[in-house]
Nanobody
Framework: EVQLVESGGGLVQAGGSLRLSCATSGFIFDDYAIAWFRQAPGKEREGVSCYSISDDEAFYADSVKGRFTISSDNAKSIVYLQMNNLRPEDTAVYYC??????????????????WGQGTQVTVSS
């Protein structure tokens, strides 16, 4: 069974940093891409970043480019999202999701085969 578990969310002041983790299990890590999405209250879910593990290729939304970095620890089957210089508009529930093979960018909900439960990120001004 494919499982994704996010952690690392919390409350931070504007300009601060957080690192989200997506721990995966139940599949061959190298055969998948992991995407991060976020959903703010009253807004649609949006793709934030995606990492194609086999190709070591990363993608970012324009709104986070230069501030967020996606990476992986292949030995632990974990994907991280390092978020620096956070802004109040980054406040949202962040989800990781898996997609077979390589990233589709921008990511599409329907192509994801598994989702985590989400982790709340709140950035105060």
């Amino acid at each position: 069974e494919v499982q994704l578990v996010e952690s690392g969310g919390g409350l931070v002041q504007a300009g601060g940093s957080l690192r989200l983790s997506c721990a995966t299990s139940g599949f061959i890590f190298d055969d998948y891409a992991i995407a991060w999405f976020r959903q703010a209250p009253g807004k649609e879910r949006e793709g934030v970043s995606c990492y194609s593990i086999s190709d070591d290729e990363a993608f970012y939304a324009d709104s986070v480019k230069g501030r967020f970095t996606i990476s992986s620890d292949n030995a632990k089957s974990i994907v991280y999202l390092q978020m620096n210089n956070l802004r109040p508009e980054d406040t949202a529930v962040y989800y990781c999701a898996s997609e077979v093979a390589l990233c589709t960018w921008p990511p599409e909900d329907d192509l994801m085969n598994a989702w985590g439960q989400g982790t709340q990120v709140t950035v105060s001004s």
